[in-house]
């Protein structure tokens, strides 16, 4: 069973850099052949694919957020960042990690962490 698990601030003032972890345990970031995304859903909003990192290191983004979205692995803590820059108060959501992509969908989620953005 793979479990995912966010971790990170749940509180950011504007105009800095949101920085959360996804901890991956009963699979691999490195050798499931999957790719590991990012996705948030904002307060009263649908759900919105940020990004994914592949299995070898290859990230991809959703184009409205790319300017300042970035995704990194840790492969020795089996575990994958996001960072968004310059966030203001409309990045405030509810922010999942999951295994998979837009193309071919998700099956594993972590259960989401709630990231406020407020002076």
């Known amino acids: 069973q793979v479990q995912l698990q966010e971790s990170g601030p749940g509180l950011v003032k504007p105009s800095q850099t949101l920085s959360l972890t996804c901890t991956v345990s009963g699979g691999s970031i490195t050798t499931d052949y999957y790719y590991w995304s990012w996705i948030r859903q904002p307060p009263g909003k649908g759900l919105e694919w940020m990004g994914a990192?592949?299995?070898?290191?290859?990230?991809y983004y959703s184009p409205s957020l790319k300017s300042r979205t970035s995704i990194s692995r840790d492969t020795s803590k089996n575990q994958f960042t996001l960072q968004l820059s310059s966030v203001t108060p409309e990045d405030t959501a509810v922010y999942y990690c999951a295994r998979g992509d837009p193309n071919l969908g998700f099956d594993y989620w972590g259960q989401g962490t709630q990231v406020t953005v407020s002076s």
């Open positions: 990192i592949g299995i070898s290191g290859l990230t």
